[in-house]
């Protein structure tokens, strides 16, 4: 077994704590940045980060950053919620890595932003207060990282956040 335990610590976002849904990040006992691209191949990450190595999956509405020291996932329903999501990745973890020798290490992963799920998030009024002409086109706009939640002002406040986590998931070099 790589990945023996953690030390969890579950919080309602600081931005907004009136928000219904709390987060929780996991401090690793072991490092398991090793186990990363087995993870990845197993699991389909959205996005794959080679140094330092961390994968980032979206699973059941929530966004779940993997590192080798630490484990984040957002937007949980309440703390039992939390614990369970983290032991399932626990057993994840420790699954891909014993079978490691039959896994082909995946070192990518989905590259840009998914523009769905961006425009899920938009008010959709085609406001143009952000200086395109749609909010379809902010969306095109937002896949290859020259706009970001802080450029739509009528966003709501948690939906900017929701954009802003998701978007920063995704390197535009
Ligand atoms: S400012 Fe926001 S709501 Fe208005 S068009 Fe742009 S993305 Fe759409």
């Known amino acids: 077994m790589l990945l023996t335990g953690y030390r969890e610590e579950i919080f309602l976002p600081t931005c907004n704590n009136t928000f219904q849904s709390v987060h929780c990040i996991a401090h690793l006992d072991q490092d398991i940045s090793g186990a990363l691209p087995y993870l990845n191949a197993v699991l389909g990450g959205d996005t794959y980060i080679k140094e330092p190595p961390s994968v980032t999956f979206k699973l059941y509405g929530k966004l779940i950053s993997v590192h080798g020291d630490k484990i984040a996932v957002n937007?949980?329903?309440d703390e039992a919620e939390?614990?369970?999501i983290l032991e399932w990745l626990k057993e994840q973890i420790n699954d891909a890595w014993g079978k490691r020798e039959t896994i082909t290490p995946k070192y990518d992963g989905k590259t840009i932003p998914d523009f769905l799920t961006i425009y899920r998030m938009?008010?959709?009024t085609n406001?143009?207060?952000c200086g395109q002409p749609t909010c379809m086109m902010f969306c095109s706009q937002a896949t290859n990282g020259a706009?970001?939640?802080a450029d739509?002002?009528?966003i709501?406040?948690?939906n900017k956040i929701k954009l802003a986590d998701y978007l920063s998931q995704f390197r535009f070099d």
């Open 75 to 77: 937007a949980l329903r």
């Open 82 to 84: 939390a614990r369970h």
């Open 122 to 124: 938009l008010p959709k």
């Open 127 to 129: 406001c143009k207060k």
């Open 147 to 149: 706009l970001g939640a």
């Open 152 to 154: 739509c002002p009528d």
């Open 156 to 158: 709501t406040e948690e």
